[in-house]
């Protein structure tokens, strides 16, 4: 019997990242993996990255990972430079210390258990590490995806919500987010494989964390303030575990605001946490239609 737990999506969150390594202490797990997204959405990269660094958990890159990167070495557009919509991620990068950089730059697309080799991790897809696979991802796409791997157990992460997939060609897991989920509970998730080859038991595993130290360390270390617009939509992520800023992004564009924070209280009269991203994109266009001219 093997006990396998995947983390992922940690988001620069430190105590949601501690309560799981408490929580992973009385499992008698044989092995972590950790599925991306380290840093990002969150002011404590460098410390998320030296304490997995520390516990030599095998990592994958996630696209956030590559998206600091990108930002340390200046290496983005220039508006991105200068925007307030890219503040945060300013704040972010430069928060990341040289260790931090060496560790998440060295980081591989994918992984296998090395306990059981037939389980495969990756961030978003064998694809791509922005594929998202959810509820919402069609059982043909979910097959094709599993004919990519070299094993039969696909595990993933980037959704920031759990999922179970069991098909034909073998079994894929989503196992969520540690740091800041979107499925609606703001508690620290992730996953437990148990069993062996072609028969596994799978635990969804959400654990509280003091969740109100680390809007303090959104404050006391600067980073709601300099971090604009966008860290203020972070804060809300955190407490509703449901998606703000990418919405807030769309909406803008849609609506021809500018993505500042004079735009946060227009937003917030239309968006609704509770209804789904394609849900919320879908009547924003058909509002952008009523009122284009014939
Ligand atoms: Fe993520
Ligand atoms: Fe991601």
Redesign the pocket.
Known sequence: MNRIAIIA?IHANLFALESVISDLEERDVDEVIVA??LVGRGPQGSDVVHRIDELQWPCVR???EDYLLSFCRRNVPDNWLVDEQWAASRWMARELDEEAIEFIDALPFSLHSKRCPEIQVF??SPNS??EGLGHWTPDDRLEELLELIDGSVLVC??THRPLHYQGERGMIVNTGSVGLPFNGDWRAQYTILEGQQGDWDITFRRVEYPRQRLLDHYEQSGFLEEGKVTARLLARELRAARPFLVPFLKWAELSDHEPTSESLEPFLEVYDAQESMSTFFERLRELQNRRAPS
């Open positions: 999506d991306g997204d996630g696209n956030h961030h978003g590490h922005t992460a980037h």
